[in-house]
């Protein structure tokens, strides 16, 4: 059974500050690894996707790398905006299927 | 702009009441999630139908809550009788499994449940 953890729960930042979100996940025989944004009271948005075959993926500030031998996972944001206030959550699959299981989420604030 | 539809956005009802939420997946996607979000326990999945098959919904109440898929434009997710341990936020996202686009899983903006 797949379970996912988040570290830290929530973290307050100045702005410009380089920032490192974690995820750890314990069955380590999956397709892929997703990490979402949610603002409140809305839905989750997709921020970027690692298949198995990656160690990394990035998309504009966001950089996401994945370690599947040690179960982990990471979500470094760098130069942060007040604009990435919100919610970062990683799902990881159960092995061998695409039933995601996520992690409580890291709540984030960046400071003006 | 594809996106997954919800209906009703909100609906407050009294305990006992049946209540039944609606999904419209992405065009072309195969796998539809349910998921139930709420302050205590975060995001527990429901539900989880591929190719309108159930595939797992082992995450439900089965006394209570029941999940269907019609046809392949829309999902259900019903509650009979409804409890107000019940409210919480219930998200459907839909995804295409086995692309070369990654799986990528896309959420709706969700049904914001509140029973008293």
């Known amino acids: 059974k797949q379970e996912v953890t988040q570290i830290p729960a929530a973290l307050s930042v100045p702005e410009g500050e380089n920032l490192v979100l974690n995820c750890s996940f314990t069955?380590?025989?999956?397709?892929?690894l997703q990490w979402f944004r949610q603002d409140p009271g809305k839905g989750l948005t997709s921020l970027l996707l690692?298949?198995?075959?990656?160690r990394e993926q990035t998309s504009g500030r966001l950089n996401a790398s994945l370690d599947k031998s040690s179960g982990r996972s990471t979500l470094y944001i760098a130069a942060s905006q007040p604009g990435d206030s919100a919610t970062y959550l990683c799902?990881?699959?159960?092995?061998?299927?695409?039933?995601?299981?996520f992690g409580t989420g890291t709540r984030l604030k960046v400071l003006a | 702009d594809a996106r997954v539809t919800q209906t009703p956005r909100h609906k407050v009802t009294e305990m006992g009441q049946e209540v039944t939420m609606r999904c419209q997946p992405i065009?072309?996607?195969?796998?539809v999630f349910w998921y139930r979000q709420t302050m205590m326990q975060g995001l527990e999945l429901l539900a989880y139908?591929?190719?309108?098959?159930?595939?797992?919904d082992s995450g439900m109440p089965k006394d209570r809550f029941s999940a269907e898929m019609p046809d392949a434009t829309l999902a259900t997710l019903k509650i009979q009788p409804s409890e107000p341990r019940d409210s919480a936020v219930y998200f459907c996202?839909?995804?295409?499994?086995?692309?070369?686009?990654?799986?990528?899983?896309?959420f709706g903006e969700g049904s914001w449940l509140t029973v008293v």
């Open positions: 996202a839909s995804g295409a499994d086995g692309t070369l686009t990654g799986n990528t899983i896309y």
């Open positions: 690692i298949q198995s075959s990656q």
């Open positions: 065009l072309g996607h195969n796998t």
């Open positions: 069955d380590s025989a999956i397709y892929n």
């Open positions: 139908f591929r190719n309108r098959a159930p595939l797992d």
């Open positions: 799902a990881a699959p159960t092995s061998g299927t695409y039933k995601y299981i």
